[in-house]
């Protein structure tokens, strides 16, 4: 059952097409998992149809705006999948294979090489266009992620499996907003987790030792 959703705010923002990439496919793979968000995306979409059938028309140039408004509406249907549907649905990660959302599934090609960072985690890179940075990270059973905090947000979603901070325990769907003013330390017990994370500025580590990581942090997590 999943917890944790985007807000509303950010919910009719996905709707509307106006989050950054990285946002956008996240939420996306959220979507994908979520029937509460689904239902969500489909009342944000309809709301604005509304809205942009209920406006009123100009005088001059109906017909241009008709055609207008023709194109907005059909390119609000669900975009089509890849014509050849040759991505796979399986990631396989050192043999163990894990079932990817169909946003993901279709970011397959994307994936980047796979690096071993601190705290017995694996990460690769998506390339999805964008400088900003979006990554898959592995966490096997008993990893830890430093505490820290951001210079900007950060956005993680389970894919799959079971992770915990100070503050609660997130399984398979749930998406973790955090912002500059929050420190959290994700860790793993008994179970392995793979998530998907976007961040829009390099972590900051904030304990101990790990505060020797900072001037890597940017290598960290990009
Ligand atoms: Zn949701």
Redesign the pocket.
């Known amino acids: 059952m ?1 917890k ?3 807000s509303d705010e950010m ?1 009719h923002q996905f709707a509307a097409g106006s989050l950054n990439p990285a946002l956008s496919v996240v939420i996306s793979t ?2 994908d ?6 239902k ?1 995306v489909l009342d944000a979409e309809q709301l604005m149809a509304e809205q942009l059938t209920k406006a009123p028309k100009p005088r001059l140039n109906s017909h241009a705006l008709d055609a207008m408004l023709e194109q907005i509406m059909t390119s609000q249907a669900p975009a089509p999948k890849a014509s050849n549907d040759d991505y796979s649905n399986v990631l396989n990660l050192d043999g163990k294979l894990f079932n990817l959302p169909p946003t993901l599934a279709r970011q397959q090609n994307r994936i980047g090489h796979w690096s071993r960072v601190p705290g017995k985690m694996l990460r690769a890179p998506i390339d999805i266009g964008s400088d900003e940075c979006i990554n898959l990270i592995y966490m096997d059973k008993g990893s830890r992620v430093p505490e820290h905090t951001h210079k900007g947000q950060e956005v993680t979603l389970v894919v799959n499996g079971v992770f915990n901070d100070e503050r609660d325990e997130y399984t398979d ?1 749930d ?1 973790i907003l955090m912002d500059s003013s929050q420190h959290h330390t994700p860790e793993t017990q008994d179970e392995d987790c793979l998530t998907l994370a976007a961040l829009d500025a390099p972590l900051h580590f904030t304990s101990g030792i790990s505060r020797l990581l900072n001037p890597f942090s940017s290598l960290f997590f990009r």
């Not at 998992?33 to 689904?38: D, N, R, S």
């Open positions: 999943i944790f959703h985007p919910i959220h979507v998992m979520c029937p509460h968000c689904q969500q769907g998406f």
